[in-house]
């Protein structure tokens, strides 16, 4: 059962920088495999991030986080990671890793809380 985990969540201040990752387990199929990053902000619906194609050439933002989070993946360690950078108060979310399986649907893993607070 393909597993996906979230880390490197936190409390930050407007204008500083957070690095999430996510580890898939028991995938075999990750390499092939598009992955997404959504957000879920406080009483408000989840929301798309980003996503990164199977090999990595092609990245997706939503347009509140084009030009200050960086998506990239590492195949051989099946890792995905999520630069963010100048984050603001509206970034404030929970932070999901996915990915949709044939057959099975999405996947997502437990989250990872990301406060951005003066």
């Known amino acids: 059962q393909v597993q996906l985990m979230e880390s490197g969540g936190g409390l930050v201040r407007p204008g500083e920088s957070l690095r999430l990752s996510c580890e898939a387990t028991a995938f075999a199929d990750f390499s092939l495999s598009s992955m997404t990053w959504y957000r879920q902000p406080p009483e408000k619906a989840r929301e798309f991030v980003a996503q990164?194609?199977?090999?990595?050439?092609?990245?997706f933002y939503g347009d509140s986080v084009k030009g200050r989070f960086t998506i990239s993946r590492d195949n051989s360690k099946k890792l995905v990671s999520l630069q963010m950078s100048n984050l603001k108060l509206e970034d404030t979310a929970v932070y999901y890793c996915?990915?949709?399986?044939?057959?099975?649907?999405?996947?997502w893993g437990q989250g990872t809380q990301v406060t951005v607070s003066s």
């Open positions: 996915n990915t949709f399986l044939e057959g099975i649907g999405n996947q």
């Open positions: 990164i194609s199977p090999n990595g050439g092609t990245t």
